[in-house]
């Protein structure tokens, strides 16, 4: 079945699951749409650049934080502000941490992520006047397209309005980055993660061009971070740990970084997986850790590496 096909069949279950599914699985998409938007700028960084970042919370903590203090102390609800001024937000904070992170590659680069990550939690936990400590700050619920939506319960919000409001953002987060990855500036990553030298030699500036992919991720997790703050109404420092930057690393990995669509298959999985698992087993880190060991030694390619390793022998076979 051609991709165009199946897209086609994915939007419409998407439009149509409101009305047919239970309000709770509806519910469990808003984190799978906010994840979405995050894993297509890590992936950006990650797939295509070749960067691993265990501190990418760091910026979803950001987007979070960005929208409640709006929200809650500057009595600014309307989404449609919220959203760019995380990501200003983050691009503010990005370009320093990028400009020192990107000099480095491989573990190194990592290892720094994590560090600023790991710097911004503590800054959460302990300046509680400022953040709130571990008790978080409130997200008071943002207008949607100029409306307060006052007649709608809190469920009956998130599974009309606030659905659809979301999946309209990762429906252009995903056309956006579809550009991106096609465009020149996305076939310079590509080189420069195959062979950084040789893309020197042509004359990108590789420091230059991962720094970019780098303020682009970073963008994307705080427009991400502050989708994923509306659904519980409250952001707390665990969205900034380092084991929040883990749990994204590991959707990209199951759904596989070496496709486009695999980081959005490995954020449904990922939560879909784990509700399913914490229901019926107390001991769900191990269950996930397994999986994670499964993927590395039988199916580096994830998820979607597994399909197209079903459909290869179709393909010869018709040839």
Not at 107 to 117: D, E, K, P, Q, S
Not at 223 to 250: C, E, K, M, Q, R
């Amino acid at each position: 079945m051609r991709t165009p096909v199946v897209l086609s069949l994915v939007g419409i279950a998407f439009l149509g699951l409101p009305v047919v599914a239970p309000a709770y699985y509806v519910t469990l998409m808003l984190p799978f749409m906010a994840y979405g938007v995050v894993l297509l700028g890590l992936n950006l960084l990650f797939g295509y650049t070749g960067l691993v970042s265990f501190g990418h919370a760091l910026f979803i903590g950001i987007g979070a934080y960005t929208g409640a203090v709006l929200t809650t102390h500057l009595g600014v609800r309307h989404m449609e502000l919220i959203l760019p001024a995380a990501a200003l937000a983050a691009a503010v904070v990005a370009a320093p941490v990028g400009a020192l992170c990107v000099r480095y590659v491989k573990i190194y680069f990592g290892m720094l992520t994590l560090a600023f990550g790991m710097v911004f939690y503590t800054f959460l936990l302990k300046f509680y006047k400022l953040t709130g400590g571990d008790e978080g700050m409130r997200m008071l619920r943002p207008y949607l397209l100029g409306s307060e939506w006052t007649g709608y319960s809190k469920t009956a919000y998130l599974i009309g309005p606030y659905y659809y409001f979301s999946l309209a953002v990762l429906v252009l987060a995903t056309l956006l980055m579809w550009r991106i990855i096609g465009s020149p500036f996305g076939l310079c990553l590509k080189t420069i993660r195959d062979n950084p030298l040789k893309a020197e030699s042509l004359g990108v500036s590789v420091p230059r061009y991962r720094w970019y992919a780098f303020m682009i991720s970073a963008v994307y997790a705080a427009v991400g971070g502050a989708l994923l703050a509306t659904p519980t109404g409250n952001v707390d420092p665990t969205l900034a740990y380092w084991t929040h930057s883990g749990n994204i690393v590991f959707m990209v990995l199951l759904g596989g970084f070496g496709s486009f669509f695999g980081p959005l298959l490995g954020a449904f999985a990922f939560i879909f997986l784990q509700d399913t698992v914490m229901s019926v087993f107390p001991y769900w880190r191990l269950i996930f850790g397994a999986v994670l060991a499964f993927i590395v030694i039988f199916a580096p390619g994830g998820l979607m590496g597994l399909f197209a390793r079903r459909r290869r022998p179709v393909e010869v076979s018709r040839a």
